[in-house]
């Protein structure tokens, strides 16, 4: 059974900075792309960041490029995302998720975590 | 960036109705279009991926259909279950973007 862990979530002050990792198991993790999406309280989804399953390739989205950073350790099956100069409006559940295909980027997420709350305010 | 655009907001049927969720995307998708349900407290679900594929383990009730920018997700016959927050979601173009959510509610 495929679960993804996450962590690292909490208080922080806006300038500040917070490290959230995920913990995968029950799949070949380095043959998986992996996400980050993040929720807002009461509201949709945002598609956060991606890298492929080697983390040769990234990819942001516009409100966090510059500020986040995404990255995994292959030997230790887990993702990371390194939030920097955080704002109020990155307030939000973020939750992993998996690529839904093996050795590609299909761009579905499947399946989820069961996300690390993150909390921007002073 | 592709605005995913959902309707109705919310949707109040009964169990035994047949649900039918709508997104339109700003620009064709082509079938890139994923749908996702979500029940509260909950991480979302993959339902339907390639605009009518079905994912893993769901039930054939669930079916999608659809494809440029105009797209559909039917509930054949609503369980009590799936009384739940439905997302649609497009990997066209970067950003992977979602619509805003269509809330399915018990009548």
């Known amino acids: 059974e495929v679960q993804l862990l996450e962590s690292g979530g909490g208080l922080v002050q806006p300038g500040g900075s917070l490290r959230l990792s995920c913990v995968a198991s029950?799949?070949?993790?380095?043959?998986?792309?992996m996400y980050w999406v993040r929720q807002a309280p009461e509201k949709g989804l945002q598609w956060v960041s991606g890298?492929?399953?080697?983390?040769?390739?990234?990819y942001y989205a516009d409100s966090v490029k510059g500020r986040f950073t995404i990255s995994r350790d292959n030997s230790k099956n887990t993702l990371y995302l390194q939030m920097n100069s955080l704002r109020a409006e990155d307030t939000a559940i973020y939750y992993c998720?998996?690529?839904?295909?093996?050795?590609?980027?299909?761009?579905?997420?499947?399946?989820w975590g069961q996300g690390t709350l993150v909390t921007v305010s002073s | 960036e592709v605005v995913l655009t959902q309707s109705p907001a919310t949707l109040s049927l009964s169990p035994g109705e047949r649900a039918t969720l709508s997104c339109r995307a700003s620009?064709?998708?082509?079938?890139?279009l994923a749908w996702y349900q979500q029940k509260p407290g909950q991480a979302p679900r993959l339902l339907i991926y390639?605009?009518?594929n079905r994912a893993t383990g769901i039930p054939a009730r669930f079916s999608g259909s659809g494809s440029g920018a105009d797209f559909t997700l039917t509930i054949s016959s609503l369980e009590p279950e799936d009384f739940a927050v439905y997302f649609c979601?497009?990997?066209?173009?970067?950003?992977?973007?979602f619509g805003q959510g269509t809330k399915l509610q018990i009548k």
């Open positions: 979601q497009q990997r066209s173009t970067w950003p992977r973007t």
């Open positions: 890298i492929s399953g080697s983390g040769d390739s990234t």
């Open positions: 029950g799949f070949t993790f380095n043959n998986y792309a």
């Open positions: 620009q064709s998708v082509s079938e890139y």
């Open positions: 998720a998996k690529d839904r295909v093996y050795t590609s980027s299909s761009g579905w997420f499947d399946p």
């Open positions: 390639d605009a009518s």
